[in-house]
């Protein structure tokens, strides 16, 4: 690569590396000649998968030690649709870090006016809600609705799409969406599919804030 | 290229070639090699400078006409911070339409809560808030402020960085901005020397606009 | 009429001169001895029905040079419920130009406290959300619901009535609606049968238009 | 008149008949040979200007008792700014009783986006920003000013509209109003000379609440 | 009791004495020996319920009244779910008078994001919505239902308890809310059996009010 | 004390045990007979002073696994004004959890409808201002300004009170705050001469949450 290549590091909060594996292989349509390196790691310390408000708050610390001792790259993702230790890591360096969550949300918009999540689980929609509150974007949301699946079935279960398309449904014709937030980063898999059933964008985060990173570093001057 | 290369249509809706040109010009960082081809394009009809709202109205079926006929592009991206006939076109195709505002909004709140508008004129901001509140966004504007120079000035005038710094600053200190948005697809080339001066994110609409048509070709599976 | 009588006009933005009649008409009892002439008149170049974005986008122009050249009214009400070129008609002229849409939704919240809205068709929802959203009143919207008619079938339909009767009390009775606004030019006739058969207020948004424009030329000095 | 002439009441809460006969005569405009009969009245009880919330609360079952015994009449209309009463006389009557506060935002919004209006005394603000927010509307709010006079001394006071011009001037400049609202009844032989200074919309509360009315009367079918 | 002691006076609104004394026993838990003592006093020309927009405003000057002549008191609570007359008291006293809708709402806040309400009766939600958007509050409205009984009867009444637990069902899964308020000052002796039944905090309206009176007349160092 | 006395832990989350001890003495006048027991502690691996996001993220676990050891509480207050850790506690017990951010602002809102808030330093505020619209509060916000001290400096400093006196002026007059609220733990001792100063509530954050832990706890059936 040229040595003046941006650099772009896509960090998994939790520790399944079969999920980062999956996170990259959704971001190859991003990886350009002429673009940015795209790097995915996982982090070895956190949990198995983010579920609960415990495994957000202890993936936060771990998550700025990374981004302060890899500081070679240009942008940061944090690839959890749980946002966790953005502010933290902000804090933490003043190249830019992106919430998967945020961007998903932010991209919907420039294509819909209201958006649906499908969320892994029940347990996480009032802390996703929470969130959205926190980012002044609420507003939009259409609805949220819960596969209950774990994150590890959710990346490799068989049944999983055709769950994702009943839950689709749902968002679209009972709660209104006009466009589809995969509300996990190891839903991505199914976004094609997904997108070509629902006749409605649908979104995968970790692409849409890859996306948002890629421009920033691309334009970026210094 | 490649007989598979994306492409992203760029339209310029006011009949100035040289903001045309310099649009493009701005948008040679995404120009990357295996990226997608962005073409832009003059409104040849269009007024010189879109600044009213008979302006802005008067473009929207030539703009509809144009993506009509070139409907071998990917994606469109109408280049007016005034996001003229946005839903006219959205209307025409099955292809992603962006506007540049819209565009421009959300990417600084994937970097910042509030955002701080530099104008062309303050006839325009009143318009310009009516659409911030349609997309639902105003909660996040911290200001917006106008340089009264016309578009054509805006383009190639001598003091109009020195201006527009002095209006970022009003906008960050004043008013609260945490990013700063220019107002007009015209003033692209003062966004680095900008962001340098005032230390936080400076966005060139139509460079967040093509970022996000970007994402959208790459990562299409059609 | 005395050489100082007030004259408002009221332009249906379709083509079809059997609305522009139907209008006039639910307008009788607002041509009272003393008061204003209200002349209806039809958009000739218009869309025969404006039910797309293309539709409410093309006559924005045309509405504009109608008031331009009929400059000797007081008062300016364009009659389609999307309330097309509005803002492009305000920039013509000094006098006060009314939009439907807003000057019903007004008048409802003088009565009511939420309202609902029978549209002619589903796809003029989103629309008018979007404009509702716009003027920054969405928030007192109970729900809109459609009848699925044309603008024609709507004026003339036999069924009509009843149509509106079974929406009217959805809207009232599901959605929580203590108002109903009819959402097109053409659905005045019924006004008073459906507000016999509601028991709560109905507004017909011509007449809501005409009031306000009637109340501004009567009440002004110049 | 006609047996069948439609009747407006308009009742000014305070007791002091110079206010009474000032409302009365700036609803001249809107007594038109074919409209409706606009009565004024005082209320006897009430106190000799409306000022403190105990005025407010004092004044509302006197006016119940008044709408309850002038039934005869067909449409009512609360003539002070802090619609006091509103709610206990719409439950005593199934005609439709108009608070002027409530009608002057509403006129003001088919007119410009934002408004500020001009209070009397300082100490009224936050009871109508109160109110304001009850019926949904404070976001359309620019500003309110005060006078800093009594009621008695607004209707009759010589430099009464060198101050108004002072205060719209500082809602239309610093605050960005794009109407003026009068705040008191008692203000409205100053609305024509404040609009021709201003050159914005000036609206006075009791005249947009009878223009209301009258529409609502000359529509009804009963 | 001490000379020093501090005092707090709980009015209930309406002249049923059984629902004073109620009212009364289910504070019995904040009276402890060093706090405050806590009186409980019936508005004897009250209406027997406060159940119309009349029998709200109509207490109004009674309890200005009732709190003037008893000035002795360090704090005052209006015991009514409707909140009657509390600016005009908060007008009349420096001390602190507390409103039990408003308070309520604040504690569930406390403890959850979104509440539901049970109401006696359903004319009453309209009325609570209101206040509600009045106090800036409704966005965390999760839903009101109502129980439609009469408050003698809820307090008194042998199937209330069951009634209540079916509406608060609705409320928690169907409404989504996290918490439950009590809609009126005489159900507080159900709160237990419900909350235990609900598995989510329910509220005793006058328990949160005088809550947090004992907590301002505790740390007043006047 | 008696075996059935209720217990309130509050946890002070920085390290300063002179803070702990102020915290402490300004809870005094609710440590009454036959009321709870209020225990208040040092998180001992608790930053100096909790000023930055880090030091908000990094009590998280530390918060959890105090309340978890210490289940013999009927209550826990978070005494922090960040509030750091909320919702990672009240994941970890059924026992309510207080965040005293959270019921400062809502015990603001029971006596007034604008608060201010006075912050230790500007670094903070934009961190208070993204919570307070996590929960949905921040229209009530009059503004919020800075003393730019340490914590330490707060709790000891000669010339605090003078500077807390000096901007919460400003907040009360410029910014229209009716109350003002104590953006640190550690400002407890100037409450009362503030307040008396002022002429409106002032509000220190952690009497505001041990009053709502104190009526939770005496009212609990458990």
Known sequence: MSINQRRILVINPNSNQAVTEGISEALDGLRVAGGAEIVCQTL??????????KDVDSVALPLRQM?????????????????????????????????????AVLTSLAMSD??????IASASIKRHLRYLRQIGLQ??????RALNMTVAETASGEGTLSKMIAIAHKLKEEDGAESIILGCAGMARHRSALEAELSIPVIDP???AVTLALGAVLLSSS
């Open 139 to 144: 507003g939009h949301l259409a609805g949220e």
């Open 67 to 103: 981004v302060e001792e890899q500081s070679n790259f240009d942008a940061y993702v944090i690839a959890c649709y749980s946002d966790p230790g953005l502010y933290i890591c902000r804090e933490a360096t003043k190249k830019p870090v992106f919430g998967i969550q945020e961007c």
């Open 44 to 53: 070895q310390s956190g949990p198995y998968g983010v579920e609960s408000q």
């Open 114 to 119: 209201r958006f649906g999540v499908i969320a």
């Open 206 to 208: 970790t692409q849409a």
